[in-house]
């Protein structure tokens, strides 16, 4: 079955840019159909959802962000990732990539499959 | 943007009890409203799609209802490790927003 898994560093100074890998296996990203999300979640539990990338390039990101953030997919390799630039500690959360479910009808809209998430920490 | 109230925020109840949770959105989202659960230190787990689609492998026990603004997640008889924070999620005009949880306990 299709199993995701986050990479990247755990500690990012302030200022810089952030950068995570999300690895697809058991499926092919190029395969279409589905769509890759970033979803963030804050050390008080709030989840929140950064942005998309479809396998041709696609993407779409939150408002709140969509000037700092970057999606990317790499087909060859079957990966995606995250660029957030400036990030101050406000960044500092768990990332998880996931997929969008689809069914006979199309997209539904939830996540069905998630990677286990990855700790990123902003600090000096 | 669509806000999500998402009650209560925390929970207690017995094993065996009927266990309720409300979503309410701001604005009509049709049924593009789904229930997570999540554990401590693992990713949200998809329990119901559509308000009311079960998904495979949930257990029958877990359950949604609702369309347009008011959503509910029902689990008939609590069991043990049903014990977590739950999150409802919602889809609409390009943008997935996340209730802010519920913790359920064991009274």
């Known amino acids: 079955q299709v199993q995701l898994q986050e990479s990247g560093p755990g500690l990012v100074k302030p200022s810089q840019t952030l950068s995570l890998t999300c690895t697809v296996s058991?499926?092919?990203?190029?395969?279409?159909?589905?769509?890759w999300s970033w979803i963030r979640q804050y050390p008080g539990k709030g989840l929140e959802w950064i942005g998309y990338?479809?396998?041709?390039?696609?993407?779409y990101y939150t408002p709140s962000l969509k000037s700092r953030v970057t999606i990317s997919v790499d087909t060859s390799k079957n990966q995606f990732s995250l660029k957030l630039s400036s990030v101050t500690a406000a960044d500092t959360a768990v990332y998880y990539c996931?997929?969008?479910?689809?069914?006979?009808?199309?997209?539904?809209?939830?996540?069905?499959?998630w990677g286990q998430g990855t700790t990123v920490t902003v600090s000096s | 943007d669509i806000q999500m109230t998402q009650s209560p925020s925390s929970l207690s109840a017995s094993v065996g009890d009927r266990v309720t949770i409300t979503c309410q959105a701001s604005?009509?989202?049709?049924?593009?409203l789904h229930w997570y659960q999540q554990k401590p230190g693992k990713a949200p787990k998809l329990l119901i799609y559509?308000?009311?689609n079960l998904e495979t492998g949930v257990p029958s026990r877990f359950s949604g209802s609702g369309s347009g603004t008011d959503f509910t997640f029902t689990i008939s008889s609590l069991q043990p490790e049903d014990i977590a924070t739950y999150y409802c999620?919602?889809?609409?005009?390009?943008?997935?927003?996340f209730g802010q949880g519920t913790k359920l306990e064991i009274k």
């Open positions: 996931a997929r969008d479910k689809t069914v006979t009808r199309g997209r539904t809209y939830a996540f069905d499959i």
């Open positions: 058991g499926g092919s990203i190029s395969s279409g159909g589905h769509y």
């Open positions: 999620q919602q889809y609409d005009n390009l943008m997935y927003t």
């Open positions: 559509d308000a009311s």
């Open positions: 990338i479809y396998y041709s390039g696609s993407t």
């Open positions: 604005q009509d989202i049709s049924n593009y």
